[in-house]
């Protein structure tokens, strides 16, 4: 039986890593006025938000905007979510972090906030 259960160094790593998220999310392009939400789940970081446009919930509700994924190494996967099918589609692959919160912040291609 081999639990992973988080050290307290570990968790503290994570909840870093949770700041760090939305201390980027701050500087976004796309609906500034809305405040996401970023969650642990595992070693990945899912981000929610308002939203914003309607499109996806026409109640304004919260939806998943992303996924990050953390890969071997350094490396990070970003997924978009598909809400008409529920599930995450990879975006960009096999990146550095920081590359990826510059590509989810300007969304030029709305693929995030939608």
Known sequence: ??????TPASAQVLD???RRLERALRE????RYVRP???REDSSFRIQS????RKVDPSG???DIALLVPHEGSHWCLCSRDHA???W???FQDASLDVLLDLLCVDSERQFWT
């Open 16 to 18: 870093l890593m949770v």
């Open 37 to 39: 939400q970023v969650l």
């Open 28 to 31: 976004r392009v796309r609906y």
């Open 1 to 6: 039986m081999a639990a992973s259960v988080a």
């Open 50 to 53: 308002p939203c914003c446009s």
């Open 61 to 63: 509700g919260v939806i």
């Open 89 to 91: 589609e990879p975006r």
């Open 85 to 87: 099918n529920g599930t």
